[in-house]
């Protein structure tokens, strides 16, 4: 992997990752079938797609921990990987979920300033893309129409997980009886 920050922890995350290759039209139909693409025309896909990476993890590689530097999008080709948090109380690692094929790791990095907010950790072998978030954020500027569509599409794949972490908020406080 290549995050943008270079501590030894990352050095060493990055040779761990074998180097595969994507066909472009492969690509470009697995990223207009997630959300946060969706309705951006396919010659703006292609030149997303130029500045991509392909890449395999294994088994519990770590990609990301929290309080990273956020900088670079990530989808999900195949396998599953569980986002964690640490507690405070008592200090350990909570599972928040699991995201698999089709999915977005790091909409947030599209937004100057972010940090991790979780440690993201491969369940199984994963096939992930890597597009760099200084391109995508250059992009969206200077393409505007395809920009706004971006910015559409992240909010509302944002929005849908906060409702899921809402409801999912909700389930703890009602099984706990908090009044």
Do not use: W
Not at 135 to 160: S, V, W, Y
């Amino acid at each position: 992997m290549t995050p943008s920050k270079s501590s030894s922890k990352e050095k060493n995350r990055r040779l761990s990752v074998s180097r595969t290759g994507g066909s472009s039209e492969d690509l470009l139909k697995r990223l207009k079938k997630t959300l946060l693409f969706k309705d951006v025309a396919d010659k703006a896909l292609l030149e997303i797609i130029a500045e991509t990476e392909v890449f395999t993890t294994y088994t519990g590689q770590t990609l990301m921990e929290e309080g990273d530097e956020a900088g670079d999008l990530f989808l999900v080709l195949s396998g599953r990987v569980s986002l964690l948090v640490q507690s405070i109380n008592p200090p350990m690692e909570v599972p928040l979920t699991k995201l698999g094929p089709g999915e977005v790791i790091g909409e947030m990095a599209l937004f100057k300033g972010q940090r991790r907010y979780a440690t993201i950790v491969a369940q199984e072998q994963c096939r992930l893309v890597r597009i760099p978030g200084t391109f995508l954020r250059e992009f969206a500027e200077t393409k505007t129409e395809t920009g706004l569509l971006l910015m559409r599409n992240c909010a509302e794949l944002i929005g849908l997980r906060l409702r899921t972490t809402n409801q999912r908020l909700v389930n703890v406080i009602r099984s706990h009886n908090f009044r």
